[in-house]
């Protein structure tokens, strides 16, 4: 004869199973979004304990506990570039020493930009161009008036300038940036997207006007280096630490990701990031040699999309 108790017992120990997977099939709508729900949470929970157990079992372990697995991605699954370099390496240093951007790494020159923008901007390119002015310190915004930019390039550089930036636009929205190192290049062109001006942003903090300090993030291969040398020749050289200001140009999977912060100190360990904006996102197009010209310019490395991206896993930056 078997026992209630016992019966009772085994219920209360078996853990509550999942609902069935085909939860598609149910017709009520609230019901399936329960079920799905519940679904979601069960897991979680079988999520949570798993990870505590393993916590344990290392604790126990102590030092003879595996390795953490590390989760597998894009960039730690990335191709062998044979293009990566060591930023201490001799050659790279050499090569660093006598490129375009040498002389603004020596200290010759002091960056001066010239913004510029296509012939009849509309409103979010003007004030794009304006807010980058902000951002970029010793940079004036020039109207082009229908002048080409061979003749534009000339007079940029009887004036002092070092750098031509030139934003695009198509439908009424910023999208290229070409960026020339005056007055014998090199010239990278970028496609921008997501453009994102302060006032679009929650909350953004204040600006101030002190110099910024400029982090370039994951440029690891050969072109990567040329490409943040360029981005980092339009800033001053010596940032104002005390004012906070910090401008990041990050590379992800060879797409830079553009943002502007002011850290703020919460206490003696916490500090917090305020985002001050413009923000945006760039992917190179084309790199060439000497300033900008569209028809006789020799290209140093042009982005080709169904012959380079024959793989998720390759990077060129």
């Known amino acids: 004869m078997d026992d209630p108790m016992m019966d009772s017992t085994m219920i209360h120990d078996v853990e509550p199973s999942l609902?069935?997977?085909?939860?598609?099939?149910?017709?009520?709508?609230?019901?399936?979004?329960?079920?799905?729900r519940e679904m979601q949470r069960q897991k979680r929970k079988i999520?949570?304990?798993?990870?505590?157990?393993k916590k344990k079992e290392r604790e126990q372990l102590g030092d003879k506990a595996p390795p953490k697995q590390v989760p597998k991605t894009i960039e730690n699954m990335r191709v062998y570039d044979e293009t990566m370099v060591n930023p201490n390496d001799e050659e790279t240093m050499k090569d660093e020493a006598m490129d375009e951007m040498s002389s603004y790494f020596r200290r010759e020159a002091t960056p001066k930009i010239l913004i510029t923008t296509t012939d009849r901007p509309t409103g979010k390119t003007v004030k794009f161009c304006k807010e980058l002015k902000k951002v970029v310190p010793n940079s004036d915004i020039y109207h082009r008036k229908g002048l080409d930019l061979k003749k534009i390039i000339p007079q940029?550089?009887?004036?002092?300038?070092?750098?031509?930036?030139?934003?695009?636009?198509?439908?009424?929205?910023?999208?290229?940036?070409?960026?020339?190192?005056?007055?014998?290049?090199?010239?990278?062109?970028?496609?921008?997207?997501?453009?994102?001006?302060?006032?679009?942003?929650?909350?953004?903090?204040?600006?101030?006007?002190?110099?910024?300090?400029?982090?370039l993030n994951n440029f690891n291969t050969r072109l990567g280096h040329s490409v943040g040398r360029i981005l980092a020749s339009i800033f001053p050289h010596d940032p104002e630490f005390h004012g906070r200001r910090v401008v990041t140009f990050h590379n992800q999977r060879d797409y830079i990701f553009f943002r502007h912060h002011r850290y703020e100190f919460k206490n003696e360990k916490k500090v917090a990031l305020k985002e001050i904006g413009p923000r945006f996102t760039l992917k190179l197009r084309s790199l060439q040699k000497g300033t900008f010209d569209s028809k006789f310019g020799e290209y140093e490395w042009v982005h080709k999309r169904h012959e380079q991206e024959t793989s998720r896993r390759k990077f060129f930056l």
């Open 19 to 36: 609902p069935q997977p085909n939860i598609s099939r149910i017709k009520n709508k609230q019901r399936r979004t329960e079920l799905y």
């Open 47 to 53: 999520k949570l304990k798993e990870k505590k157990i």
């Open 156 to 215: 940029a550089v009887t004036r002092g300038y070092t750098d031509l930036v030139v934003i695009n636009e198509d439908r009424k929205e910023p999208n290229g940036l070409v960026l020339s190192r005056l007055p014998d290049g090199p010239t990278a062109h970028f496609k921008i997207s997501n453009v994102n001006l302060t006032t679009a942003l929650k909350r953004p903090g204040g600006m101030s006007e002190h110099l910024p300090e400029v982090i």
